[in-house]
């Protein structure tokens, strides 16, 4: 298994990358690793590595699409760069998965363009693991498709389904629609259509409500991209605001340091379960490959996971399965 | 100043309505109440207390709204019953504002169906007290529009400008909107043009994402209903959701109980500016009078607080100063 990794993606390289892509290899003993990025500096960072050079090969992509660049503008453009050469390589079969933590808008783009969609797929859709209560879930949509079209919900439906059986071990995950309230007459007309498409899936559960995602009333949370995206990015600064409103309140009871410190780990034993980089990315679901894009900040965690989980998709073969299920 | 007061809404009546406007008149000289609902169970609910009996009077209306029921059809429908009794006394004169735990909806469609919009106002708005790592701000719509035209928007801001202005004490308010990026070309189409229209506007900041929402890096965050809606409900979700996550970081690190109380404490006092008794409930922003709803599980404090703040709102004038903004 060939797992093409971008070295010249996120806020962090090719410093994560490279390590991601190490402690990667040490942990599953299938796994070949082909950096993709400027093959010099690439180089310079494996040398402060030691590892099994057989399995972690370099691929010169010299140009960089910047973290805010226009997507399209640069996968037309950077014919050079890590994403459109990284897609373009698994479009060629010479690797199983492409894996980055660049600009995500770029590597859709440039997945949809080069790899093409699934039979059955009308547009590829992006997913989030979520912090619960109860174990880390599926939101989706969360940014690739603004506005959705009801059979669009079906599909992503099907698609998380797959995902959240086969990679994040939920056997029998259960969907909610996220909405202003249960009742099946609430929300916009593009809830209700989506609403009236879901209703025929077994493992539906009907609407939910912002207040059931922390209580993991579902697994898998159904919105489209505008919602999906302002929750998740809310939801990602929880740890930063609790943590602030902790430091007030334990102004406020005017506790000794020691007290102070004893909360501070507990709080931060308590919030790791927000810690995206234990989860490290999902693959755009409905793209014809596995293409996984992760947060910016990957740390070389996150990396590392990001390659096994693709890993996992191909093992899984769960285009397979989509395809199956949608047609 | 008389604030006539729901006595037959929310999860706790007569109860908290009792309660919460009897500590009303206590902490303002210058209020009268009237309790509308069944008569006889408010009486003897008062009969548990001793207040000034001619500050507080008791408009009998026997049907209750129940919280589930259809809207329009209960306004439609119950003429008797203390929403459409109490916004109708409204419209009469007899008092200065409602206030209301009770149906939502049914408050909403009263107040337009009564009292009417006011000059210039395409759709009335619900906003809500949203808590920050700065203190309290505005988000809005949460609910009652959930698509919003253009023009919409531009007057949601101007409004809640207003309102966090007089009655939340912000000074220069900074409007926001809610959206999946910072560039002014991001969004639905629908978010696109309520960047066009917003732009106008002195204090509009441009487009926030869901991070910015805890940091307060406006004092009015700007979305249509949905998006409000479902941050909203996830948000106040957040409290008992960090509750568990801390008891589990507390099992983990094996703290002893007495320092399993101290985390609790201090989680206590840190998340209570999550308490939205704290505030109470906004009003509706663009009905031709003071119409305010609080949440179904509204305290004493809670309804106390509305009370406080429909005197305000009253005192201010602000509907006046909305129809001289808008016009």
Redesign the interface.
Known sequence: MIIAVDAAGGDYFPENPVKGSIDAIEENDELAIILVGPEEIIKEELANYEFDEARIKVQDAPEIIEMDESPTQAVKTKQNSSIVKGVGMHKAGECDAFVSAGNTGALLAASIFLLGKLKGVSRPTIGAAFP??QGVRLMMDV?AN??ARPEMYGQFAQMGSIFAREIMGIENPKVGL???GEEKEK??EE?KEAFKELKSLPNFIGNI???????AKADIFL?N???G??????????P???E???K???Q??Q?GSQ?AQ??G?????????FNPDRIGGVPFLGVNGVSVVGHGSSSPLAIKNMILNAAKCVEHDINKKIVASLN
């Open positions: 619960t209560t940014g603004l506005e996220l909405n202003v929300g916009t809830l409500e912002g207040r059931d995602i922390f209580a919105c991209g505008l919602v995206n302002i929750v998740l990015k809310f939801g990602e600064s929880i930063d605001a609790i602030i409103f902790i007030k309140g334990i406020k009871l506790l007290e004893l909360v780990k507990v709080l931060k034993a308590s919030l790791q379960e």
